[in-house]
């Protein structure tokens, strides 16, 4: 599957953004699906990712309340809402694809992810 992130720009503090994940060459529902982030001089973060078993959703502490991850199979796309963004939420924002059984182990690894969207960047400042 091939995935194209879209959707990042510059946001005010408290402000709103809505990631795009368009999928291509496969079905989105065959796969789990991720959102991952990075910020100059950090590691990769898992943010949030749905279950491909049973649609279960997980999210990093640091967006609970705040994100939303969703997907349109009709479409074959997904979404991250952002709402009531802070400074540390910038950064460049990936979505990705697994097969992985991923509801056997904890959190949003990236390493049982092999497709990646090319990124987009978020920067929430004033």
């Known amino acids: 599957v091939q995935l194209q992130a879209s959707g990042g720009g510059l946001v005010q503090p408290g402000g709103s953004l809505r990631l795009s994940c368009a999928a291509s060459?496969?079905?989105?529902?065959?796969?789990?699906i991720a959102w991952f982030r990075q910020a100059p001089g950090k590691e990769r973060e898992g943010v949030s990712c749905?279950?491909?078993?049973?649609?279960?959703?997980r999210y990093a502490d640091s967006v609970k309340g705040r994100f939303t991850i969703s997907r349109d199979n009709a479409k074959n796309t997904a979404y991250l809402q952002m709402n009531s963004l802070k400074p540390e939420d910038t950064a460049i924002y990936y979505c990705?694809?697994?097969?992985?059984?991923?509801?056997?182990?904890?959190?949003?690894?990236?390493?049982?992810?092999?497709?990646w969207g090319q990124g987009t960047q978020v920067t929430v400042s004033s």
């Open positions: 990705a694809a697994s097969q992985y059984p991923l509801e056997v182990v904890g959190g949003i690894p990236p390493v049982f992810f092999a497709s």
């Open positions: 749905i279950i491909r078993s049973d649609g279960s959703i």
């Open positions: 060459g496969s079905t989105l529902d065959a796969y789990a």
